[in-house]
């Protein structure tokens, strides 16, 4: 049986605006286990990277972490209580954040964000950084921590590394640079790694030698990742379990396979038909009709249903939980839509509404095209 590594239970995150409150990240829970990449797939705003920077407290003001549970093994990176007056407070096994510091970000759960440019000082080497992120992380002299280095440097593909140690970033493209972040990460030999679209900016023939080279040192390290993506060619080639996130919200869980080929959520069949395939020709692409609504003030009901178009009456007025739709025993796969729940509680699933879209343009109307269920 694989042993769990990070477990999130019902993760808020919320940052409080003049307009309101945003609820970036509101009641996701998800598990990670030893050695598994674990995909966050979404469209920009769905709350993927919040989602992931909570995961290690890396929330500055206005946001604000505001429930949940994030256990890390056998300790409780965040969770909150109710006090003796029905107060939120912070439980007392919580890890404080000189602990969070000191041994957990880096050194147990490091963490890769999209711009290397930006998580690179332009004004020191890339070894003289690289070098002191060793030293401090794992106890080392300066001339072992340059040693291991240019171990890592070499291990992530980055020629004559003993050369490059003394390079600056904007001497690297955004490939290598990109292949630093990831000696970086790994040189400590963390356990969980958290990418947040790390190969976003880079363009598709790097980006597949960047997955190659995630592969292969995942295999070797048997590193976990929870790692960030809009595209569902990564999830594809990368991921073992996948959580799709919309809103906020997780509205599918399953493996790989289960999400590519036994689609339940009408999000991620829009999310998969909207992917241009090599082995179909198409006159135009497909593309999810309107945007998605401000985390602001969310649709009632489904918060797909103003994009949906398969909504329903009863999608404007129910907000469905996530939960168990699987097919086939044993692998879970777990869908947040009301057709799944229909038979189940007696909703009146009726034929398709006219479903005005969110895009800003008057008479935008999204509708079924076919009659009946």
Same mark, same amino acid.
């Given at each position: 049986m694989t042993d769990t590594l990070l477990h999130i239970d019902d993760l808020k995150t919320q940052f409080f605006t003049e307009e309101g409150v945003v609820r970036a990240v509101d009641g996701i829970s998800f598990d990670v286990?030893? +050695? %598994? @990449? !674990? /995909?966050?797939?979404?469209?920009?705003?769905?709350?993927?990277?919040?989602?992931?920077?909570?995961?290690?407290?890396?929330?500055?003001?206005? +946001? %604000? @972490? !505001? /429930?949940?549970?994030?256990?890390?093994?056998?300790?409780?990176?965040?969770?909150?209580?109710?006090g003796p007056n029905g107060e939120l407070r912070e439980r007392d096994e919580m890890l404080s954040n000189e602990e969070m510091r000191r041994r957990i970000r880096g050194r147990e759960i490091a963490i890769i964000f999209q711009d290397p440019m930006e998580s690179l000082n332009p004004v020191f080497t890339v070894g003289n950084q690289l070098r002191e992120f060793i030293k401090i992380n794992r106890n080392l002299s300066k001339s072992e921590a340059k040693e291991e280095a240019i171990g890592m440097l070499r291990e992530v593909g980055i020629p004559e590394p003993v050369e490059r140690y003394d390079n600056y970033p904007h001497q690297f493209s955004g490939g290598m640079r990109q292949r630093v972040l990831i000696a970086m990460a790994l040189a400590c030999e963390p356990s969980l790694i958290i990418a947040d679209e790390p190969t976003t900016a880079l363009d598709v023939t790097v980006e597949g030698q960047i997955l190659s080279l995630v592969d292969e040192l995942q295999d070797k390290y048997d590193t976990s990742f929870v790692w960030v993506t809009h595209d569902m060619g990564v999830v594809a080639e990368l991921c073992d379990r996948v959580n799709v996130m919309y809103l906020g919200e997780i509205v599918e869980q399953a493996t790989a396979d289960d999400l590519f080929y036994d689609t339940k959520h009408p999000y991620?069949?829009?999310?998969?038909?909207?992917?241009?395939?090599?082995?179909?020709?198409?006159?135009?692409?497909?593309?999810?009709?309107g945007v998605m609504p401000e985390a602001i003030d969310p649709p009632r009901g489904c918060r797909f249903h103003t994009r949906c178009p398969d909504a329903r009456e009863v999608c404007t007025e129910v907000h469905p939980d996530c939960r168990e739709v699987s097919d086939s025993e044993g692998a879970s796969h777990k869908a947040a839509c009301v057709k799944h729940d229909a038979f189940d509680v007696g909703y009146e699933f009726s034929d398709p509404i006219e479903i005005r879209a969110e895009t800003g343009i008057t008479g935008d109307v999204v509708t079924d095209p076919q009659e009946g269920d």
């Open positions: 286990n030893e +050695g %598994e @990449i !674990v /995909g966050l797939v979404g469209e920009s705003g769905a709350g993927k990277s919040v989602a992931a920077q909570s995961i290690l407290r890396l929330i500055d003001p206005p +946001g %604000e @972490i !505001v /429930g949940g549970e994030v256990r890390f093994r056998d300790e409780v990176l965040f969770g909150l209580e109710e991620t069949e829009a999310l998969l038909d909207s992917m241009p395939r090599p082995d179909q020709t198409v006159d135009e692409l497909n593309p999810i009709r």
